[in-house]
């Protein structure tokens, strides 16, 4: 069973503008979230991550949110750029082991 | 450091035939993982390591796939028999915390 959900399989934004990125989670045991970039026939490339401690992380012009009560985070880059057109996995974690990945977002930021 | 690195990048047999991939992780990660992405099931965990010690196998589809790792710096996903469904990017990561850091992958053809 997929218990971390990523429901939009692609995504297109202008640049410049804001890109949100959701995923959703279905274990609250998980206790730690990443978001990793992926570009064609390479391996993921994290990103940005958060623990459950927190509601905020922030890096540059990549922010993840997470609320756990609703089990959601989401990833927001400000402003998006051509060159973050990639695929984007949210993943989670429990106890920092093994991490559970979502099916990926596909951006794509258009000129 | 080089990263995770694997071996080969591509690998293309016929069925039935013994494939074996190679990874070596990043010195100093204590936790080694292998993942399989497929378009159906996207990312999935198959087998991890910790302290070369194997902890979780319950992703290993079946018992055509074995897993080693013999030291700290060196680990094999082996596949015998061979079959098309096993056509998938196999990805190594390692990790001494929560961020684990892949590898390009190794894209299996099994014709």
């Known amino acids: 069973d997929q218990q971390v959900k990523q429901n939009s399989p692609s995504l297109s934004v202008q640049e410049g503008r804001i890109s949100i990125l959701n995923c959703d989670y279905t274990?609250?045991?998980?206790?730690?979230f990443l978001w990793y970039k992926k570009y064609p026939a390479e391996g993921p490339t994290f990103l940005i991550s958060?623990?459950?401690?927190?509601d905020k992380n922030e890096d540059g012009r990549f922010t993840v949110f997470l609320n756990k009560s609703a089990k959601h985070l989401s990833l927001h880059i400000v402003p998006s750029q051509p060159g973050d057109s990639a695929v984007y996995f949210c993943a989670a974690s429990k106890s920092g082991y093994a991490l559970n990945f979502g099916k990926g977002t596909s951006l794509l930021v258009t000129p | 450091d080089a990263g995770v690195i694997q071996s080969p990048r591509h690998e293309v047999t016929e069925m039935g035939q013994e494939v074996t991939l190679r990874c070596k992780p990043i010195s100093g990660h204590n936790s080694l993982f292998w993942y399989r992405q497929t378009m159906m099931r996207g990312l999935e965990l198959l087998i991890y390591f910790n302290n070369n010690v194997p902890i979780d196998d319950s992703g290993m589809p079946e018992d055509r796939f074995s897993a080693k790792m013999p030291n700290a710096s060196f680990s094999t996903l082996k596949i015998q028999p061979s079959e098309p469904r096993d056509s998938a990017v196999y990805f190594c990561?390692?990790?001494?915390?929560?961020?684990?850091?892949f590898g390009p992958g190794t894209r299996l053809t099994v014709t």
């Open positions: 274990n609250s045991m998980f206790d730690y």
């Open positions: 958060i623990s459950s401690i927190k």
């Open positions: 990561a390692s990790t001494q915390s929560h961020e684990q850091y």
